[in-house]
């Protein structure tokens, strides 16, 4: 007999949440293989159809290897606002079972249901009963993975999927975690693996069983973690109302590129979509991140914190500027990106600093002001930089919380 609840942890993670709905919507893409991305030479799966992974297509997927794998498939451009305002539907739905809800994503959240078997009946029930009220009032389906910890709700939620609920009572963390490979603990990636496996240790029982100083003493901080971790011990609290801790945007390119001239004219207009993300959301950035990847999809980042938090285009292209001289743009790239991270209130009080840069010019300030009346009234791209121009000859723009990215 299983141990009494205390915490209780949901994961919901919806079911191929961009085709879902695209399936939804046009019945007669129910049952066909649906493939959501960017459509371009370029592109990347965003979400394939349960119909279409038999084929090997999956998420982040080349699109080109997506066609050549599943030719019959039914490819569709992402519809990023459309999706995120089912996402706020299906929250809302989240919302009426538990007042603490973190979000992930648009298609993924915690919540914490601690307390509430008095009033709604075991969670067993009350998670299958959560399903239920997805499907009928979205016609989409969710995958549920309820536990004491989030890590293993996260674990639990990925099992059975699609329509998949599984839990894991409490005192059985362990034996429920054991058989799984070393791959399901987070930070054991591709690269982690290898070095995890090469010590004997290939399921996450082997790591649970292993001598916690030995795994210190092999991998450092890594070792005590997933030591952790195998023996179910997670002990990150549910935080409602979590927000994107960065606002970031890129391009995949039609064409490899070189040189900090073409970088910078590429990453102008991704600035203004993310400048004009910070103000929307009444936001300033604390630091600029550049993500180039190059031809042969290696990936390098590079960061800046600021002397003081901005949220406009000019002030972000000369970090991203100084940025681009610590990069390698001499390799050629095929894509082009950045974050405006560590956000801040644009109302918060501010620690001043006698090296930061000047405030942002009057005049500048209210061309923001206006610009960003515009885009609300017309949507975007309604004014543009001449530059922007550029981008005809590229890939398309990946923005924010708009930007496919749905691994379920």
């Known amino acids: 007999m299983s141990a009494p609840w205390g915490p209780i942890v949901f994961h919901v993670d919806m079911d191929a949440f961009y085709a879902a709905i695209e399936q939804r919507d046009r019945p007669t893409l129910r049952g066909q293989p649906v493939i959501v991305g960017g459509l371009g030479a370029r592109g990347v799966v965003s979400t394939a159809s349960y119909e279409a992974r038999p084929f090997g297509v999956h998420s982040a997927l080349p699109m080109y290897l997506a066609r050549q794998r599943c030719p019959q498939g039914v490819f569709l451009t992402p519809r990023g606002a459309y999706y995120a305002e089912v996402s706020r539907q299906v929250m809302a739905i989240f919302g009426r079972y538990s007042p603490t809800v973190e979000p992930l994503s648009l298609d993924e959240a915690f ?8 009033l709604m009946g075991p969670p067993e029930k009350t998670a299958a009963r959560l399903q239920r009220e997805i499907k009928a009032e979205l016609d989409l389906d969710a995958s549920i993975g309820v536990a004491s910890v989030k890590y293993i709700a996260k674990v639990a939620s990925d099992l059975h ?4 609920l599984t839990v894991c009572p409490p005192g059985e963390e362990r034996a429920f975690l ?3 490979p070393i791959e399901r603990l987070w930070g054991v990636g591709k690269k982690t693996a290898v070095r995890v496996r090469a010590l004997g240790l290939s399921t996450i029982g082997d790591v649970a069983g292993a001598d916690p100083r030995w795994l210190e003493s092999e991998l450092k901080s890594l070792g005590r973690h997933i030591h952790n971790l195998a023996h179910g ?21 039609a064409q490899d590129v070189t040189g900090k001239s073409a970088v910078l004219d590429l ?9 004009a993300a910070l103000r929307k959301k009444e936001r300033l950035a604390g630091g600029v991140r550049l993500k180039v990847k190059y031809a042969d999809f290696q990936l390098r980042t590079r960061d800046e914190k600021l002397l003081a938090p901005v949220d406009n285009a000019d002030a972000i292209l000369e970090v991203l500027a100084r940025l681009c001289d610590r990069t390698d743009l001499a390799t050629p790239l095929r894509l082009v990106g950045l974050a405006a991270y560590d956000l801040v209130e644009r109302q918060a009080p501010q620690q001043g600093s006698l090296f930061a840069p000047a405030p942002v010019p009057q005049k500048r300030g209210a061309l923001d002001a206006v610009l960003d009346q515009v885009t609300e009234k017309f949507g975007k791209g309604a004014v543009r930089r001449a530059s922007h121009e550029v981008h005809e000859r590229f890939g398309d723009l990946q923005h924010g919380a708009d930007r496919p990215d749905d691994p379920s």
């Open 111 to 118: 919540l914490d249901m601690t307390g509430t078997e008095a």
């Open 161 to 164: 999927k699609p329509r998949g």
């Open 267 to 275: 990453l102008r207009p991704l600035a203004d979509s993310v400048a």
């Open 233 to 253: 011990r997670d002990a990150r609290m549910v935080e409602r109302g979590v927000e994107r801790k960065s606002i970031g945007a890129e391009r995949t390119l």
């Open 178 to 180: 054991a058989p799984l």
